[in-house]
């Protein structure tokens, strides 16, 4: 064997070897690309299954008239989404302005105040909280929410705001938006503490001391250093706990009432979005365009909790950058 031969002799028997191996890592590349894009195909998917089966309800009527309909009366087929739609919002709605105080506030005890055995402690109680299945939190909702607004909240608020609108009810029974918004606000809570207390700590150190240096309290620093910088993540922890306070289902189901009409007044009955598939879907099928309006409400519900998953993407990665500037 020539001197070259025995040089070359080597790297041929590898050519193999390396062959394989770019085989191997251009079908990774392939493979989590693919994975990356399912969730993206599979979502739109859904809206077009979901388009096609409502399809049919819109032949008959426009989609504004659908929207702002006020009567659902299946056998006369008369589908009206505006009592459902009007409940889904002031229930998350009215969950939102219960949950975000007290939750932004113990995300910046933990992140700034907080000693670290305070904060070891309770972070695993708050995750938690936020693993707790749905169904638990409607069943303590039925067993102590309910009673507390019927026979405490209820005669409070008639007793001291019954001339105002918002608190004006005829509703004893305690099953009201009222008692839906409290149930959600603790399942939400979590999540906001969650994210909010994570952009927090990722705020540089430096921004704090700079501004105790210039002779701020600690308060002043976070006030006017930290929630600045972190507000993006922030606005997006809030609009991610609304995304699942919109489309929560058996927690809201067992404790909100049920009852199709649009509600005047935090005290009366309401009847979400995904409470009317949930109770209805499998049962009257053959009522005509029965099926199509419960596919219908669903599209609007995925829609919707769609946009507010877009929108909190976008705060998540703004705030990213603030941080990393």
């Known amino acids: 064997m020539s001197p070259i031969e025995a040089v070359t002799a080597p790297q041929d028997s590898l050519r193999p ?21 399912f969730p993206l195909v599979l979502t739109i998917v859904m809206v077009l299954a979901l388009a096609v089966r409502a399809r049919p309800i819109t032949e008959g009527a426009t989609i504004w008239a ?16 505006f009592p459902f739609i009007a409940g889904t919002l002031w229930v998350t709605v009215l969950a939102m302005l ?15 105040y907080a000693r670290t055995t305070v904060r070891e402690s309770t972070k695993p109680l708050v995750d938690v909280l936020a693993a707790i299945p749905s169904v638990v939190y409607g069943v303590w909702g039925v067993i102590a929410i ?5 026979n405490r909240l209820t005669p409070w608020l008639r007793s001291r705001l019954g001339l105002v609108p918002f608190f004006a009810t005829d509703n004893p029974t305690g099953f009201s938006v009222l008692a839906g918004s409290l149930v959600l606000a603790l399942m939400v809570v979590p999540v906001i503490i969650a994210i909010s ?21 600690r ?13 993006p993540g922030i606005a997006a922890a809030v609009v991610l706990a609304f995304s699942r306070a919109f489309g929560e289902t058996m927690a809201v189901l067992m404790v909100v009432g049920n009852v199709p009409r649009a509600p005047s007044s935090i005290l009366d009955p309401a009847y979400p979005l995904p409470a009317l598939i949930a109770n209805n879907y499998g049962e009257m099928m053959s009522i005509p365009l029965y099926d199509s309006a419960l596919m219908g409400a669903a599209l609007i519900l995925l829609v919707v909790v769609l946009i507010f998953n877009i929108l909190s993407v976008f705060a998540l990665r703004s705030a990213v950058r603030r941080a990393a500037a």
């Open 66 to 81: 659908l929207l702002t309909g006020k009567t659902w009366l299946p056998l006369e087929g008369q589908f009206g989404y």
């Open 98 to 112: 219960i949950a975000v105080p007290p939750a932004l506030f113990t995300a910046i005890y933990l992140a700034e």
């Open 146 to 150: 309910v009673p507390l607004v019927a």
């Open 197 to 217: 207390y994570e952009v927090m700590v990722t705020v540089p150190h430096g921004l704090r001391e700079a501004a105790l240096a210039l002779g701020t309290t």
């Open 219 to 231: 308060w002043q620093a976070v006030k006017h250093a930290v929630l600045p910088k972190a507000m």
């Open 17 to 37: 070897a390396a062959e394989r191996r770019r085989l191997v890592e251009r079908g990774s590349a392939w493979l989590f690309a693919a994975l990356s894009v």
